[in-house]
């Protein structure tokens, strides 16, 4: 998405979000109204996922959409603005407290190998397809992370990295909404389509790592096949999301020439960064257990507030006048990710 700008800096600046529309925010007070709302709104799609079992991710964009009138208050804007960024950023980094480097070497080089480039091809094929489609490299490049990746929480990394130069609202909230659907899908699909395939349990496990989008969900569908598959699928599912940092930085190099960004070398944001950096330390270092659960908690819950901010921002109208045409980016993305890795688990998994 081209845009033009009267500032005397690269256009590549903003694939960090530096350049936005809304001026910064002339205190913390100014935080306050926009956070209250989105913590109460995080709260109620906590309530509703743990009684309804549906990803707290989706109830958080479902309640943001159904608040969406607040976002024309301006007095909300600048705590939105803040949940829906820097919150973000900081879950990002702490979504390494889930992943180490063992459990990428449990999965096996030549596993490994395969399930790298099933991502890197899930993303391209996005990208190739959203400039195909008429939508962009940057919207196919969003919708192609979210599903190859880690699903919601891949999609708002991706969004943050393009900045909302690239990436209107509209077109954040419309994958949230696609990739969650497809998440909930295969869920419940895959698990019949496994047994249909007459797999193995790590097979099948591999299977349903390897293409399921939502990180519960994927271990829900390996475990509803037995406690072997649920296992395979924990660990290729990790070893997916252990993936993100270099997509993004993959990303990150790539996109300023794709721009014409002049010479000028990308640097990697301090979230894709940190989530190496805590990652790392979760891998070589004894961290306890109570540190583990409650920074993934927290992960967890500062993505959902994002999410949530996310859909009381979004331009209602703009996402409406989409249409569920985009959403044919997602689904093809998914379709070939399940060949993908339906295919890598039969010849590569014992």
């Given amino acids: 998405m081209a845009f033009e700008t009267n500032r005397s800096i690269p256009a590549a600046a903003d694939l960090y979000g530096d350049l936005i529309d809304e001026p910064p925010p002339s205190g913390w007070r100014t935080l306050v109204p926009g956070l209250v709302v989105t913590a109460l709104a995080t709260l109620a799609a906590a309530y509703l996922a743990e009684h309804y079992g549906a990803p707290v991710t989706l109830m958080a964009l479902l309640v943001g959409l159904a608040l969406n009138f607040l976002g024309s208050d301006a007095r909300l804007g600048p705590g939105l603005a803040f949940a829906s960024r820097t919150l973000l950023r900081v879950g990002i980094v702490l979504v390494g407290l889930r992943v180490t480097v063992g459990q990428m070497v449990d999965l096996g080089p030549l596993a490994f190998v395969a399930l790298a480039a099933i991502v890197a091809v899930t993303v391209a094929a996005g990208a190739l397809l959203g400039r195909a489609m008429g939508f962009g490299a940057a919207f196919g490049t ?48 895959y698990p019949i389509l496994s047994h249909l395939l007459d797999l193995s349990d790590r097979q099948a496990g591999f299977m349903l790592g390897a293409s399921i989008h939502d990180v519960a969900q994927a271990l829900g569908a390996g475990y509803a096949v037995s406690p072997e598959a649920g296992g395979t699928a924990a660990i290729v599912k990790l070893t997916r999301v252990a993936l993100l940092a270099p997509a993004l930085a993959i990303v990150a190099l790539y996109l300023p020439r794709e721009k014409g960004g002049g ?88």
């Fill in 263 to 350: 010479g000028m070398g990308a640097v990697l944001p301090w979230f894709v960064i940190g989530f190496f950096v805590v990652a790392a330390i979760n891998s070589l270092l004894p961290v306890p257990a109570v540190v583990s659960t409650w920074g993934g908690e927290a992960a967890t819950a500062l993505l959902a507030a994002a999410v949530a901010a996310t859909g009381i921002r979004s331009p209602m109208q703009d996402l409406l006048r989409q249409g569920a045409k985009p959403l044919l980016v997602i689904a093809a993305c998914s379709l070939l990710l399940l060949l993908l890795a339906g295919a890598a688990g039969v010849l590569l998994v014992d």
């Fill in 142 to 189: 969003l919708a192609g992370g979210s599903v190859a990746i880690c699903g919601a929480s891949a999609a708002l990394a991706f969004a943050t990295l393009l900045g909302e130069k690239r990436i209107d609202r509209a077109q954040l909230a419309l994958v949230l909404v696609g990739v969650a659907s497809a998440s909930a899908f295969a869920m419940f699909a």
